[in-house]
């Protein structure tokens, strides 16, 4: 009986095994190994065109304290994530509170505030952004209507570029709208009648009820928006091409500009990993914070 039982044991591992092969696969050769090279690339010399030389850290050295231009791009990015994740997220709360109701063909609306989370970040709508905020769009067009003459559009100025990429990714909010709507309908609703009967006005409600009862939610978006911040890139290319005077350069896409446009694949690659590290830092952060003031149920 007992060795049945091994036999049937061994069959079961032994098919399991089979089914995770195809992700291991693609973990290994998409992931994994990719990830290894271009950390061995980080140390190197090497411009795809040469066998890499080892350089030891002077890649590293050198983005800090030789690299102007890493510099401005850290900047911007930095810049970027400050502005347009706090925006997006109180902009997705505020449509999430909206829909949590009852109306006539809330499903289609619900649908037609995720579409810009699903196209936003494609070639083709920065384009049309582009279009929309250029010198002959309908901005500067609705701006001529009032008076407002100007030869430069808003994204040939470097003082509101970078504010014209931060609108399109507010724009974006539909997937932490999604994720702030679901989590709307989990919050009992015995705790709203109970402030009722207090009564307790909407303001209060929010803040006392719905604000700490969603704080893992506002975690969790506020964690995947950061990176997706940080990773911006189709924006900066596409639209404005970094400029102008580099005040829309993003970090990701100086790293292309670095790899694909000067060859400088070792440089490139350190880039990517003091990106993983930035990245690595804001998150443990946010989770060493999360005890002061985030709210879990169970928690007693």
Request: proline share 3%.
């Amino acid at each position: 009986m007992k060795r049945k039982k091994t036999i049937f044991k061994k069959n079961d591992n032994l098919l399991g095994y089979m089914l995770l092969a195809p992700w291991l696969l693609g973990f290994l050769v998409m992931w994994f190994i990719p990830m290894m090279v271009s950390v061995y690339y980080s140390f190197t010399d090497f411009n795809m065109l040469k066998t890499p030389s080892f350089v030891g850290i002077s890649n590293y050295v050198r983005a800090f304290t030789k690299d102007d231009t890493f510099k401005q791009a850290l900047k911007v990015t930095f810049k970027y994530v400050l502005l347009v994740v706090p925006l997006r997220l109180a902009f997705a709360l505020f449509v999430a509170n909206l829909l949590n109701k009852k109306h006539i063909a809330l499903g289609l609306y619900r649908t037609l505030y995720y579409v810009p989370s699903i196209i936003g970040g494609s070639v083709a709508v920065s384009i049309v952004w582009k279009q929309v905020f250029g010198n002959s769009g309908v901005v500067m067009s609705l701006l001529s209507l009032f008076g407002y003459e100007q030869k430069t559009s808003l994204l040939g100025n470097p003082k509101t570029a970078l504010f014209i990429i931060v609108l399109m990714g507010v724009w974006q909010f539909g997937s932490s709208m999604l994720i702030f709507l679901s989590a709307l309908k989990q919050i009992p609703t015995s705790l709203y009648e109970a402030a009722h009967v207090d009564g307790a006005g909407k303001l209060k409600i929010f803040w006392k009820i719905t604000i700490p009862m969603l704080t893992p939610t506002i975690f969790f978006n506020l964690i995947l928006q950061i990176i997706n911040g940080f990773r911006m890139f189709t924006e900066s290319y596409v639209i404005t091409e970094g400029g102008p005077v580099n005040s829309t350069l993003s970090y990701v896409y100086y790293m292309y500009q670095r790899a694909f446009n000067y060859f400088d694949m070792g440089y490139s690659c350190a880039l990517a990993w003091i990106l993983v590290a930035i990245i690595a830092v804001f998150t443990v952060v946010l989770f060493q914070t999360q005890k002061f003031w985030v709210y879990y149920a169970g928690e007693e």
